[in-house]
């Protein structure tokens, strides 16, 4: 063990004289630290939390990426295009694309004896996955999906439920209006589901592909389009690039042309708003990192000062100024270390307390989600200690200069 670092743990470990102004000079610089920590690891496990629910129920709603007729992704209005075998076999195959899934889309009001209401009517098939769905139920069951005959069974939203008064195993009338009049379905009811998405629980019901694709009057293989989902959201520009390259601008046996967005294009609002969640996250980095680091300068100038005779003693009996500096800083990574023991175990816990509980709730209304979110990233954690270390450190660098300037024979008369 080097000497610097031996002094540094005795005067870090030394009671000496109650009255000395050092030891609460060094509980406040703890507890900055301390509390620091235990506020950016709250802070960013939160918004990681509440960026990645928010932008996973997005996804939910219209997945990773979206294959469709270049008209119906530019105007909005239901275009058909084939996606028949072949087709669905391409983007399988395309490189990143995990699993492929057809839908189409069909507007529609949903009427009862006392009121009536204007929806999307989304179809979809047996591949579809309804993972999703199944974590937003609230009643009910998700019916058998399917690309070959109709089931005439309806999921809707719980909004759409309490506007319209129905439950799950009720029957309902669906109209839907097209240039050749006006259709009726009898739809039952076979679930209700709940994201707290207002621009989805609005408008969007789901059911058949078969159903929806017949209303639309489209053939067989003629569907809205597919949807993509990737294996990593972060490679979601590189693997869409790959879609443009070979699958955009093609026709279909109709003449349609094949035309892609991502879930960020579709949605840019959303995720705009997300994205400036991160300068949330820095400002408070660097709010709670110059709290730290100005408390650990005040403590260490307090120690210095009030070890000037010690310092004295050291460079009379030979010490250099960088060996006393490095003790000092030593002795500082030691008040450091304390302050993010500390701050870890208050973090960390109220975080795994939300997340064991979800104590802390939110109006969905407003913030999409019923609790707070939260995400334990462990390696973005450790990531956080280290340059919370690291930042204070280099701070008290300039600081510990002040040694250079404490002469040995005036430090012993210094009181």
């Known amino acids: 063990m080097n000497y610097e670092l031996l002094i540094a743990r005795r005067i870090y470990s030394d009671k000496g004289d109650k009255r000395r102004v050092s030891k609460p000079a060094i509980q406040i610089a703890t507890a900055g630290v301390a509390i620091g920590l235990a506020v950016m690891i709250v802070s960013v496990c939160i918004i990681l939390g509440f960026k990645h629910t928010i932008r996973d129920k997005v996804i939910g709603f219209g997945s990773h990426i979206q294959v469709a007729d270049f008209m119906t992704l530019q105007t909005g209005e239901q275009y058909p295009i084939a996606m028949g075998d072949s087709m669905m076999g391409v983007l399988k195959r395309m490189p990143g694309i995990s699993h492929v899934e057809r839908y189409a889309m069909k507007q529609g009001i949903l009427k009862t004896n006392r009121d009536f209401l ?200 030979g010490a250099r100024n960088r060996s006393i500096r490095k003790t000092f800083l030593w002795f500082a990574v030691l008040v450091i270390g304390r302050g993010l023991l500390i701050g870890n175990v208050i973090g960390i816990g109220l975080v795994v307390l939300q997340l064991t509980t979800g104590v802390v709730k939110l109006n969905p209304a407003t913030y999409y989600v019923s609790t707070v979110p939260a995400e334990l990233n462990i390696p973005l954690i450790l990531a956080l200690n280290l340059a919370t270390l690291l930042i204070c450190i280099f701070i008290l660098i300039a600081p510990s200069y002040l040694i250079s300037h404490i002469h040995p024979a005036k430090s012993m008369r210094y009181e």
């Open 118 to 317: 204007g929806v999307m009517l989304k179809g979809i098939g047996p591949e579809y996955d309804t993972t999703f769905i199944h974590q937003n139920m609230v009643e009910g069951t998700i019916p058998r999906f399917s690309d070959k005959q109709s089931g005439n069974q309806l999921l809707i939203s719980q909004t759409m439920a309490d506007k319209l008064q129905l439950k799950s195993g009720e029957r309902i009338f669906a109209y839907f209006i097209d240039p050749n009049g006006v259709r009726a379905r009898r739809f039952t009811i076979s679930g209700i589901y709940q994201t707290n998405l207002a621009q989805y629980d609005q408008t969007v019901c789901f059911s058949d592909l078969y159903t929806t694709v017949r209303l639309n009057g489209w053939q067989n293989d003629q569907v809205s389009g597919a949807e993509l989902r990737i294996d990593d959201f972060s490679q979601l520009d590189r693997v869409e690039e790959g879609i443009v390259k070979n699958i955009n601008r093609t026709t279909d046996a109709y003449g349609a042309t094949y035309s892609s967005k991502t879930i960020r294009e579709l949605n840019p609002q959303i995720f705009s708003w997300l994205d400036l969640l991160d300068l949330n996250v820095w400002i408070i980095l660097a709010l709670m990192i110059s709290v730290a680091g100005i408390t650990m300068i005040s403590g260490l100038l307090i120690i210095i000062l009030e070890r000037t005779s010690m310092i004295g003693t050291l460079k009379a009996l």
